[in-house]
């Protein structure tokens, strides 16, 4: 069975820091990992995934994310916090179905 | 073009009552998600669809749940006998096929009196 944990429910950068949110993922299979962003009354929208290919992956918006197979790892960072960054973020693992399993969820301010 | 589409946006109903929530696909998308995203639980994988084949259901919590799609389009969940844990956004996603990304709608608040 495949799980996502997601460290940290509440980061808080300020505006120009770097952005570092936390995702671990249990597979007993090759994982297939995305990250997703969503804002409030919004549903979800694609940032990045990792699909086997490149362990280093880069989406929208200026995120990217590193696959760490020894860490069971898969952080999302941005080298620069935006104010309209601020939202919340999801990590998940592919299922057996094609669905997605998702983190709790880490949500981000952006300090002017 | 077109996004995932979900209707209503907001519903509020009493306990008791049977809801029914709609979701438009992206046109040529064969797989289509739900999802119930609450408080408590987070986000909950409820039942698959892929092109014309039978539904995946392991997600559903409860009999009460039940979801179609006609045609292999527009699907609709209902749920019967609401109870206040029915609180919740319901999102809806497709996707080309199965494996490839999922796109998602809006989802529908629903909310149980």
């Known amino acids: 069975a495949q799980s996502v944990t997601q460290l940290g429910s509440h980061v808080s950068v300020s505006e120009g820091a770097l952005v570092l949110l936390r995702c671990n993922y249990s597979?007993?299979?090759?994982?297939?990992l995305f990250w997703y962003v969503q804002y409030p009354n919004q549903g979800l929208q694609l940032l990045l995934k990792?699909?086997?290919?490149?362990?280093l992956v880069k989406g929208i918006n200026g995120f990217e994310a590193e696959f760490k197979k020894s860490e069971t790892s898969f952080h999302l960072t941005k080298p620069s916090a935006h104010m309209s960054d601020a939202a919340e973020y999801f990590c998940?693992?592919?299922?057996?179905?094609?669905?997605?399993?998702f983190g709790k969820g880490t949500k981000l301010s952006v300090k002017p | 073009g077109a996004g995932v589409s979900q209707s209503p946006s907001n519903k509020v109903t009493e306990k008791g009552k049977d809801v029914e929530l709609r979701c438009d696909p992206i046109s040529g998308h064969t797989a289509l998600y739900w999802y119930r995203q609450s408080l408590g639980q987070g986000l909950e994988f409820l039942i698959y669809f892929q092109g014309n084949s039978a539904p995946d259901k392991s997600g559903l919590p409860s009999d009460r749940f039940s979801a179609e799609r006609t045609g292999g389009s527009v699907s609709t969940l209902t749920i019967q006998r609401t109870q206040q844990e029915d609180s919740a956004v319901y999102l809806c996603?497709?996707?080309?096929?199965?494996?490839?990304?999922?796109?998602f709608g809006d989802g529908t608040r629903l909310s149980i009196l």
């Open positions: 998940a693992v592919r299922g057996s179905q094609g669905n997605l399993i």
């Open positions: 990792y699909t086997s290919a490149a362990t």
């Open positions: 597979s007993s299979v090759p994982p297939y």
């Open positions: 996603a497709s996707s080309l096929g199965f494996g490839d990304p999922q796109h």
